[in-house]
């Protein structure tokens, strides 16, 4: 069930009606949230809900276990129950495939003949998202920075909850749970900001990102009879792709969450705008870094130890959030972009004090910005391309055929049109970076109707048009 398809439409508003009927019953609001989010799940694959019923039961056990347990010994061994199980699952389902093709590829080169059969696994959605939620509640326990529940339902709730549950924001128990916890009013204001999410979101979906995907899926299966200036705005329109993509569905889970009384991370903070690679982490996929700050990198000694273990300790955590992405060398490839760009910023003074209404300053700060995205662009071409070797042969062309005329291209479309529409979206963007939306502040009604009236003139509707991060 997309939150772009007919299906949501007429299933949210319908959980919204009985939920708030429920308002009385905290623990029958909870079964209810947990029974609408299994049937949201169930509309994927109702195969694939076993793994979340076993996830969750797993690590409802081994919380309440670990709080139990005061033996050192016992209490680690606790906590790898959990992370064996819910690694594995991930491995088995989304990697099993990867390693072995990998592996036999790796024998072929050094003249060894060994077959092994892959298997023909369907990957559950949202697999990568509900599983490090699940991980961080029993790690959370284990530091002993929160107490298990022994709600079932109220856990299971939390960790199925249908807004993020396939695609985030990956949210901790320490936020969320205790929301399922406690009596939820309706509250206007929420419930009208929500809505404004809900829309904002559609519009980056609908209107930017699928209309940037057709441009996309035609560029990049085309590249090699296209001139520079279609390559280069074809990583251009993917970078808008995924970030409408992506971005979207963070909005639309958030403003379907407040509807029913609950409050998620922000999860995208205008990632764009940022004036390095270090900026750029902290506005990007929140939920996702802050994750790998508090699970891996602190645990791995953060940045408190050497400058060469900080690196590798930098290194470390791009390449894993390269591998969480996808089960290909070009996800990894690309977090190797990435870390190979931060690490630099370990050198470099931080020097912001600067005037902020100085010509020069905001210049500066234009280069900054301008020199970040055209670096973000170029790693989010290993990110979309089939393999390493297309990626390096798009780039080649790109530098190399300096032809900068607009190309007519098969979807009988010319590049102008989609390059308007980008620039309207940016100047949107910027002109919000203060707000959490562009919709909030003043003139609320006529911002409101303006963004409708170009979903429905812009829009792209198309059952096939899943979100990006579905796949991960």
């Avoid at 195969?47 to 056990?61: A, E, K, M, P, Q």
């Avoid at 064996?84 to 991930?90: A, E, H, K, R, V």
């Avoid at 990583?235 to 009384?261: E, H, K, M, P, T």
Wanted: charged share 15%; proline share 3%.
């Amino acid at each position: 069930m997309l939150f772009n398809s007919i299906s949501y439409l007429l299933f949210s508003p319908l959980v919204f009606t009985i939920y708030w009927l429920l308002k009385k019953k905290l623990n029958i609001q909870n079964l209810f949230i947990l029974i609408a989010s299994y049937f949201f799940y169930a509309c994927w694959d109702y195969r694939f809900l076993v793994l979340i019923i076993f996830s969750t039961l797993v690590d409802f056990f081994v919380g309440i276990q670990l709080n139990k347990q005061k033996t050192p010994g016992k209490r680690r061994y606790l906590l790898a129950i959990s992370i064996f199980t819910n690694l594995s699952l991930l491995g088995f389902f989304k990697y099993y495939n990867f390693f072995i093709d990998s592996w036999v590829e790796f024998t072929s080169i050094i003249g060894l003949n060994i077959n092994f059969n892959t298997l023909n696994i369907i990957l559950p959605v949202g697999i990568s998202f509900y599983t490090f939620q699940t991980l961080s509640y029993t790690i959370d326990i284990y530091k002993q920075r929160i107490k298990p529940t022994k709600d079932l339902i109220a856990f299971s709730a939390f960790v199925s909850f249908f807004p993020q549950l396939v695609a985030g924001p990956i949210e901790r128990a320490s936020s969320l749970l205790p929301q399922f916890k406690k009596m939820r009013n309706f509250n206007f204001i929420q419930a009208r900001s929500g809505i404004e999410l809900i829309i904002w979101g559609l519009f980056q979906k609908i209107v930017i990102a699928d209309n940037c995907a057709t441009y996309v899926n035609t560029i990049f299966t085309n590249y090699e009879n296209l001139n520079s200036l279609s390559l280069i705005l074809g990583a251009v329109y993917f970078a808008f792709q995924i970030y409408g993509d992506f971005a979207g569905y963070s909005n639309i889970a958030i403003g379907s969450a407040r509807l029913l009384g609950f409050d998620l991370m922000q999860n995208f903070n205008y990632p764009y705008f940022s004036k390095n690679l270090g900026e750029f982490w902290r506005r990007w996929h929140i939920s996702l870094s802050t994750w790998f700050r508090d699970y891996v990198f602190i645990p791995l000694g953060g940045s408190r130890l050497s400058r060469n273990k900080t690196i590798r300790n930098i290194s470390i955590v791009f390449l894993i959030s390269g591998l969480w992405h996808g089960a290909n060398w070009t996800f990894i490839f690309w977090g190797a972009i990435h870390a190979l760009f931060y690490i630099p910023l370990l050198f470099v003074k931080k020097n912001t004090h600067h005037s902020r209404s100085s010509i020069s300053a905001h210049f500066k700060d234009f280069l900054k910005i301008s020199g970040t995205f055209i670096t973000i662009c170029l790693a989010w071409i290993f990110f979309r391309s089939p393999t390493i070797n297309t990626s390096f042969d798009y780039l080649k062309r790109m530098f190399t055929n300096m032809n900068f005329q607009l190309q007519y291209l098969t979807i009988e479309r010319y590049n102008i049109e989609m390059m308007i529409l980008i620039i309207l979206f940016v100047g949107i963007e910027w002109f919000s970076q203060q707000k959490e939306q562009p919709i909030y502040g003043k003139y609320r009604l006529l911002k409101t109707t303006s963004i409708l009236f170009f979903i429905l003139v812009f829009g792209v509707y198309s059952e096939h048009s899943d979100f990006i991060y579905f796949q991960f």
